[in-house]
């Protein structure tokens, strides 16, 4: 164990250098910490929680005349909240704090972590634990709450083109929709938006979701749907958007498919984002 | 050599399903290909051009009645610039031939490489190549295009607060300055941004720029530069964005810096974007 | 909710295609799944376990005439492992249950995970949840079984060079310091060696341990003392070496320290492996 | 433009720490420079060159009682070849200058670069360039050479139980077969393993090849190909290894398979290794 039997005797005063006046009149919206890891638990759909592995950015708005902002804060609230509280889409909470701990005008925090699900092959029904790839967003400013909720969901992904034209097969290939949802702070209850919802819009609008688990009957059944239901990176973003639009708790979306072609060494990829001025 | 012996005797046709009318209503901002790579030319401040190892995105926008994009017209285009053409932060150029091939109203490019510059040490001037991240993104859209260069510039970052608080040395470790800058289409020649400013840029705003060769005399001025010029990550975003408040030929930029802080595991990052309301 | 109301008729027989003879005289020594992320329990040194979101490879030997392994199996041990049992470096009991699900003759295992430790601070003695990359490796062939184990500690690095030939200062920045270590199978309880025990003895070879979270009083610390013990990384690497050498429970091991370089662009490193003829 | 004038008057002798006496007895295999980006020439099969954007590592062996190496005369060749050589598959004239300049018992290298093919569509015969993951590894021992080359070579993968199983369709995907290659060094001219030989044999090995440009006809081709020739990713290591093992010029190879399953999140993946002790 390393001990601490080198410290000088404090010669200097231990000045708090970030405190001192700046005159260059640029008012940072962003100062803080990134690429911090920490368990944290969040809140599932189920009411229940579960422990991820997130790994985060913090950072608050510094004032023009203010050097620098006190960086260990950050880690004191996080490591607060690892062992007290649970992370839900909802981050106005966490986001007040650390405006206060920090006297700043404004605050922000990502996170990003593997969310697991439980999920059962379509005919068996034999089931196991799922990642997906979350990422929760939030920024309060002056009082004003932005909030958005990112999850990436791998699927299956059937090309009509050359199912169309060819005698026999048609080529398929793993892709992933990425939904970027930004979250109506004023949504009622019920109109809330959790990673399962989007989770599930991803899958209907796939050739046929993936699965952690698959038996032969259930193989079967998955080959035979994705042939059934070719689609473009085009048409997964549309039927994707076309549900995101009758969804109700969210302000705006984008859209992002993009499939792993078994048929090139590049990607197919599409995007739509609305409102479009976006 | 595989030979297409196999080719089966085309009994149907080879039908242009991606030509076929969408009911959705979903004009799709981008449908293209995304992680090709290719090895282009890209134009340097003295004239010449390098060549370098691109990661590409491309996409066009899809009408709401059109079923799906041409895929393969985006890398014989791709191909064609990569023997052909030398590529610049200018992108009209190519995204105009891009609109015109696809028959698409708007059109978009992410370039990303590693570029390469001569660097000198500061004492010794002994050289060698040094490589920068840089990413080129344009996007034409009924005829108006914008623009964006990022690079990414490492250097070295002395904290102002151990200097003042310890008897004796500083913390200090390699940190990142991220440059985004939107580039004015109607720039003059003479204001024209190029690579090279922009790493120039971020150099100046370093507690030391960082060199990919150093002789031992070298080493000795580099350190106690650093020493003698300590910055928080939030000096060097302000001093950097202070800096490109005074250059011509842009329209708004972003500058993000992170350090990998020698004292946590974690990252200390700063962040300023103008205009304001970015 | 996708239904399963696709499902065609079954004309075909679900065959197993696996199971048929193989011919060309090739023993896989692995055939398995790849890139699985599983929440699962990870033994702590304290006798407590640890949630930690886990990336796996699993495999199993296949015999020359078999044509393919049964895929699903996989995710099935492991699914239940992640509910009902909590790993520690010894995964014999995991390979022994997996060699008997596949009917292998041998099976291995990789697991990659982010574990956390509390970490205080060296003079306030705040603590907080400090990540590291952790890596647990098995293989077991016909009885035998090779075991290791990897950790990857962060911390600082200052250089003695430049501290020698500069006026005032030291560079010094972020480094890695990797242990990779063959577990000793037949060790006794005492000698096992454990993931904190790596951290420790990673912690000591450097210039200064880093920390989640530093007050003032603990910066001026951390500062003097990397000051006071420069070291290049190939000092690290020794001194590593030197200590692992006396390690009980231990067959072999590989130390590799990467620096950050604060005044390059570009990394340091060195590594000692043992017996020499690894 | 930064200029020297902050260089204190020197006081201090430019000491040259690294050539101190350590008493550790600790012989290091590696010490040098990691994460190194250059330009470089690499050879083709052709007899031309190319130039790559390379990422490269580079070290010497320390003796036991010498403390550190010398970092900078590293980056002094690597700038000179980049410049002036012309790098191969054969590494020895690189690594005896290494040990030239370094002073050094042992010299190791490793080369990862994107490499560029132009690669033809199998009916329409249209042709772009196609990148591939290149690695080149070499160590020079007293004397004794060691040298591995890795190619890593997407293709499309058709699942044999899939169409087995089901009444039309077959799930197929994109895999990725890596080979790695021990280069015998005593091989005659006419027995070199070049890139562009391990991409064909990798090619030859797939269900079916993938292309960087396909017309109509083309993917009609490759969609009834990869559904003619289903292989298991065990299949694809053994069609590989059977290959690998009639080549002339190779002292040991490795070949591992990896499928991103279109009915999964995760992947499949097989390995096979010779001589079997490796």
Known sequence: VIVAEQASTAKKPLTDV???????????????????????QVLQKDGKSQTVSALLSMSVGLPHEQKGTHMS???????????????SVQLREFLQELCQRLDAPSAAVDLEFKYFLSKEAPITKVAAPMGYDVRMQGRLNQGVIEQTLTVKVPMANCCPCSKAISEYGAHNQRALTELVVQLDPNAEASSVVWIEDLIALADESASCPVFPLLKREDEKWVTERQYNNPKFVEDVARDASVALRNKSGILGFTVTVEAFESIHGHNAWASYSEPVSL
Chains 1, 2, 3, 4 share one sequence.
């Open 18 to 40: 970030q405190g001192t006046q700046d005159t260059r009149g640029v008012a940072l919206q962003h100062a803080g910490v990134r690429h911090v890891d920490m368990p944290i």
């Open 73 to 87: 804060r950050f880690v004191v609230q996080l490591a607060d909240w690892s062992q007290h509280k649970v992370f």
